[in-house]
Structure formats: structure tokens, C-alpha cells
């Protein structure tokens, strides 16, 4: 069985716990390979490692670092479709969603190949009798990232794209679910001229998460995963004093006023919501008709769209989308169904029960669609993160702003109009993190920041753009003074003002 190993000091490592986890080909069902489960020592050896090799990294001039951001784009690019692969092997997701989930990822490497022009710093000259004050962003040293399965190439990207071309050293630990890819991008970081050390893997669960969040060396720690766990991760790196950035859960709305164009709105809605299974954190499980005959219509023909729908293999270039990633999360998603339905809420189409021929022992689930949910149904409430959309029935653009803002989460929402007095007036007023007005799903390019409201974030530093490189940097600012030598300068018993 192959194992996948650990990549620490720029090279492979087996495992020393003895503990491992299943890696799954979702399409089949079968164990494709294991993966070490790291100890408290093998997370420590990577972070010396990381800990040697920052300090020459850091004195790289900006230029040479941004270099080999240029050239691990090129390698990704050049790699694309072997990766691609490999990734939908292992999450199960089509394989042209995984060159967005790749291609989402280069577009932060893009960012970071600009990052001398970042770290420029502040200068004032004058600020006072012959003193100068300046300012720079220094790396913070070493950095670590823990990500999930749903985005096994762009989130790692989002971290250590920005870490690495600040100056920082990383260790990285992906999800278990899906490891192989962030292995293969860590050995292009090396080939792209990387020193050994600067990116390294260790695979592990909570033991390898808790080894980071007590590791004195790191000095900061980027999460993205669920809610629960985000604010764990928070709570127990502030308690050491790191800087903590923990992204969460989401239940992304879909808003759509009665003067929507509904023809592309519902091609929209159903590539948001059953896209990658609804494995995305952007989805948009819940859609908010607003009147009557907007949730008539829309009805209508959503139950027409999903039955255009094909689930198939990660490699089937026809199917919209492919298995999730686990039994036990098809499972999961079927329990939720299961709960919507004893709550009351009306299961119009049932994706339960669907069976791929040739693949009966994949974790396929077909697309879901429940009419008449109520806010104060769990099912509504919780995060299902499967291919179930839920429409909750709102009277006024009022209500349908009220149902995102008083959610739990507020990570992405979307409205969809012709209106864009109304669109400007949710967008200011709507309590969530990333807004679409006629755009589905929100993620913002890589110069701007990605981040939730609420519980879909801890901490207050967005991903990526100029809030990453706040994130995986400190300020130093100094003030200089060049007196003339002549030692009649005054010192000064109270504090010194520029007078
Ligand atoms: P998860 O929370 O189960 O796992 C995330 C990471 O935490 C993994 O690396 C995992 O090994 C680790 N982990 C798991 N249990 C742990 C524990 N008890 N202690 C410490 N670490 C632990 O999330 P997942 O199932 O891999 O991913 C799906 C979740 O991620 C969804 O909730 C989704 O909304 C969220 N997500 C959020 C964003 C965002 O930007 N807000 C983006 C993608 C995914």
C-alpha cells in the first residue's frame, strides 16, 4: 500500500508514530493509500528545520524570493493536469474543478511574485530636528498552516504563498483526507529554488495540530476548517501568544429579488449549490425567493435544472459534479436530509439513495432540494456542506436581508437582481464578510482578501492581498536622529515630543 510520507528538511520521511489514516478513492470506495499520522517530535523536527533554513531565507532579497514564486507558477502550470488528477483521486471532486482549485491557488502565487512592491515600507523625513522615522514589515519567522480537505491545493496556496515570499518558513498540515497534493507542491516549492526547510509537511490530527499550536518557534498559525475546531485553534495559539487567523463553517444565502433574471440565476444557483457536492465553503446551500411568485417560479425550475444534473467519476468530463469525500460525510449529509424532513420542512427532490452503476460502493449522493424551510429549523442552522439546497421563503427584501445577517456564520452571500439601488443597499447593510451581487460565489481575487463575519472567522486578519502580508509580517518602526556631533542636544526627562 503506498504511504504517504511526510516532507521535512526538503526531502521525504516516513512516519515514526506507527499511527495512519485511510486515504479513499471516493469514486470507488477503496483505500487508496495511508498516511502518517506525525508524533509531537516528528512536527518539532520540522519546525527546526523550518526554524534553519528562515534566517537565510529572510536576508533573500525580495527580488530573488519573488523569482521563485515565478518559477513554482511556471512548475504548477507546467504540472497542471497531473495534479488536477491526483487531486480529484483523493477528494473526488471533478477534475476540472480541481484546475480551479489549483488555478484559484496560482492566482496567490501571481500575488505573491509581486511582493517587493508589498513590503515597501514608510519613510518620514523630518519628523522632528534632524530625525527621520521609518518603517518595515519583517517576516514573523516560522509560520504554520492547517487546512482542509475541500481545498487541498488553493488554501494551502492562500498561506504559505504569502508566508514564503515574506521571508517566512512554513509547515504546512493538510487535511488527511487528501494529502498527496500538498506533498507534490511542496517538492516544486524545492525545485523552483526553494532552500530545504522553507516548506515542509507534516500530515497528522490533532496530536501534529496541537504540536503547532504549543511549538514555542511558530510564531503564527493560519486554520481554515470548521467552526468548532477554528475556535479551538484561536483560543488555544492566542493562549500561547501567537498571532491566530481561524477560518470557519459557513451557510452562504442566496437572495433573489423578484426582478432577477431567473433563467441564469437558476443555472447559477445550481452550480453554487451542487457544485463539488457543495463541498465549498462559498456554496450557496440556501436560497431566499422574495414574494410568492418569485419562490413559485424559481421552484419550478430548479426541479427542471436538477434533473439536467449528471453525477458521475472525478474523471468524467460530462458530470457536473462527483462523489464527496467520505462515507461518513455522505452519511452525515444524509442524516441532515433526514433531519429536514422530520422538522417539517417540504423534500421536493431526495438525493439519498442514488447509485452510480459500476460504482455502487462510491460516496455518491445525489442533489437535494427542500422548499418551505423555517430559521429556526437545526437543519437550517447547521452546516451541511453536501448537495442539498434549502429555500426559505422571505415576504420582503427586509426579511431576506434579516436571514443572513442573524445567521450564525456570515461568510459569503449573493443577490441576485436587476436592481442596483437594492443591490447596493444589501450589500451595505447585509452582516457577512464577502457579498455577490449577480455572482454566485464571491471569493475575492487574490489582491483582495478573502474572510468571513462571525463564526466563519476568528481572529481579525483576512487571507491573502495586503491582509496576508499584515498577517505574515510584524512592523518595526524606527526613529533616527544624526545630531551634529557639537553635544549640545538636549535630553529630554519627559517624553519626547516633535516640537
Ligand atoms: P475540519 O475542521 O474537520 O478539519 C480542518 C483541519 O483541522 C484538518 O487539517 C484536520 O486534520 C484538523 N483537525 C480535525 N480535527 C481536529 C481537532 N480535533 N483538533 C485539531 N485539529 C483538527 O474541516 P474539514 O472537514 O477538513 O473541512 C470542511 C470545513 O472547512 C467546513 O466547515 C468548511 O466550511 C470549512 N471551510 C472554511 C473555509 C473558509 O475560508 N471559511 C474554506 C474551506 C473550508
Not at 85 to 107: N, P, T, Y
Not at 140 to 167: D, E, S
Not at 206 to 217: E, G, N, Q, R, S
Request: proline content about 5%.
Amino acid at each position: 500500500m503506498r504511504e504517504v510520507m511526510h516532507f521535512i528538511d526538503g526531502r521525504a520521511v516516513a512516519g515514526t508514530s506507527g499511527r495512519f489514516s485511510d486515504v479513499f478513492n471516493p469514486n470507488t470506495g477503496d483505500v487508496q493509500a495511508k498516511v502518517a499520522l506525525a508524533t509531537a517530535a516528528e512536527v518539532d523536527l520540522a519546525v527546526q528545520s523550518a526554524a534553519r533554513a528562515q534566517v537565510g531565507w529572510a536576508a533573500t532579497n525580495p527580488q530573488r524570493r519573488a523569482r521563485v514564486m515565478f518559477e513554482f507558477k511556471r512548475l504548477i502550470e507546467a504540472n497542471m493536469n497531473d495534479l488536477a488528477e491526483l487531486l480529484s483521486s483523493e477528494h473526488g471532486k471533478v477534475v476540472a474543478d480541481s484546475k480551479g482549485d489549483i488555478q484559484r491557488g496560482l492566482e496567490v502565487i501571481e500575488f505573491a511574485c509581486g511582493i517587493p512592491h508589498a513590503l515597501k515600507g514608510e519613510y518620514t523625513e523630518g519628523a522632528g530636528p534632524g530625525i527621520d522615522v521609518y518603517s518595515m514589515r519583517q517576516p514573523i519567522g516560522v509560520g504554520a498552516g492547517i487546512t482542509p480537505f475541500n481545498f487541498p491545493a488553493m488554501i494551502p496556496m492562500w498561506m504559505f504563498g504569502v508566508a514564503i515570499a515574506c521571508g517566512n518558513a512554513f509547515v504546512l498540515k493538510p487535511s488527511e483526507r487528501d494529502p498527496s497534493v500538498p506533498v507534490r507542491l511542496a517538492e516544486l516549492m524545492m525545485e523552483a529554488g526553494a532552500p530545504a526547510g522553507v516548506l515542509n509537511v507534516v500530515h497528522g490530527d490533532k496530536t501534529a495540530v496541537d504540536a503547532l499550536l504549543d511549538h514555542p518557534v511558530v510564531r503564527g498559525i493560519s486554520f481554515v476548517g470548521s467552526s468548532d475546531i477554528a475556535n479551538y485553534v484561536y483560543a488555544r495559539g492566542a493562549q500561547n501568544g501567537k498571532r491566530v487567523q481561524a477560518m470557519g463553517g459557513a451557510k452562504n444565502h442566496g437572495i433573489v429579488l423578484p426582478d432577477a433574471d431567473l433563467d441564469q440565476t437558476v443555472k447559477d444557483l445550481a452550480g453554487a449549490a451542487f457544485g463539488s457536492a457543495g463541498e465549498r465553503c462559498m456554496a450557496l446551500p440556501v436560497v431566499v425567493p422574495v414574494g410568492e411568485k418569485t419562490a413559485v417560479e424559481l421552484r419550478e425550475r430548479m426541479i427542471a435544472e436538477i434533473e439536467t444534473l449528471k453525477v458521475g467519476v472525478s474523471n468524467d468530463a460530462a458530470a457536473h459534479y462527483g462523489p464527496v469525500v467520505s462515507a461518513a460525510h455522505r452519511d452525515r449529509i444524509s442524516g441532515y436530509i433526514q433531519t429536514g424532513v422530520d422538522e417539517g420542512a417540504e423534500l421536493v427532490v431526495d438525493g439519498r439513495g442514488f447509485a452510480l452503476q459500476g460504482y455502487e460502493k462510491g460516496f455518491f449522493i445525489g442533489p437535494s432540494l427542500f422548499d418551505h424551510v423555517k430559521p429556526g429549523m437545526k437543519s437550517y442552522q447547521d452546516e451541511i456542506f453536501g448537495p442539498v439546497l434549502q429555500m426559505v421563503r422571505a415576504e420582503s427584501f427586509e426579511e431576506a436581508l434579516t436571514l443572513p445577517s442573524q445567521h450564525q456564520y456570515g461568510n459569503g452571500v449573493a443577490i441576485f437582481t436587476r436592481n442596483g439601488r437594492a443591490a447596493r443597499e444589501f450589500a451595505s447593510r447585509v452582516e457577512v464578510g464577502m457579498v455577490g451581487v449577480n455572482v454566485p460565489i464571491p471569493v475575492p481575487v487574490a489582491y483582495h482578501t478573502f474572510g468571513g463575519w462571525k463564526r466563519s472567522a476568528f481572529g481579525d486578519t483576512n487571507q491573502h492581498g495586503m491582509e496576508g502580508v499584515k498577517f505574515w509580517t510584524r512592523v518595526k518602526t524606527v526613529t533616527a536622529r544624526w545630531p551634529d556631533g557639537d553635544g549640545t542636544g538636549d535630553s529630554a526627562f519627559v517624553i519626547p515630543t516633535m516640537r
